[in-house]
């Protein structure tokens, strides 16, 4: 379970979208509170999906081959096919021009309510799936389950942070260079997109078709 949080929680903070999406809200003129609005609603939406999860499972892990693991296993594999499939179609199919979305032009004046409402509607649903998926195998009853949940959340949030962080202890130069960033991300979009797909679809398919024959 553990390793699985961590690749799942990798590919969600190196996303190339929310990331771009951070950056341009830090540029504007309340860029520290918005981008503030946007970690704390990304980091609470975490949280909630994981909170719903343990929920249902009490804090412990169902039995191994019971009907609740089985499922959670086959919702990993369906995730990670759909995330194969959604990569090869990026991949195959012909490059498109990106334009910047419409709400760029009116960040400067987004209220704190947009900056939190941007994090949700800009959050890799399907990867969050899959750790909720995989958060089913917790057992809160130890020290080492809260840690590996904790780590999880804090790690799918952890560029976030460490942009804001920037941004407050060296505006200046912080600005200039996420800037460039964002330009990085832009040109590259589409290859960073295929490859999380893929990298995190094929693991989570094979970990799961070896979960389920093991």
Known sequence: MVLDLVVIGTAITLGPLHNSAF????????GVRQGLAFVLSWLANMVVVIACVVLLTGG??????????????????????????????????PPRPHGP??????????SLVTAASLA??????????????????????????????TGYCLLA??????????????????????????????????QLIVTLSLLLGLWLAARSIYELVA
């Open 23 to 30: 950056i341009l809200l830090l540029s504007s003129r309340r």
């Open 120 to 149: 949700w509607l800009l959050q890799p649903w399907a990867l969050v799936g899959a750790g909720a998926a995989t958060a089913v195998e917790a057992n809160l009853s130890t020290l080492a389950g809260w840690l590996a949940l």
């Open 60 to 93: 412990h892990p169902p039995a191994r081959h019971s009907v609740p693991s089985t499922a959670a296993i086959g919702a990993k594999l369906a995730l990670g096919l759909a995330l194969v499939l959604y990569g090869a179609h990026r991949h195959r199919r």
């Open 157 to 190: 949030t952890l560029s976030l942070v460490v942009m804001e962080m920037y941004v407050v202890w060296a505006p200046a130069v912080a600005n200039a260079r996420l800037n460039a960033l964002r330009s990085w991300l832009a040109q590259h979009q589409e």
């Open 101 to 110: 979305p419409r709400w760029t032009a009116r960040i400067d004046n987004a």
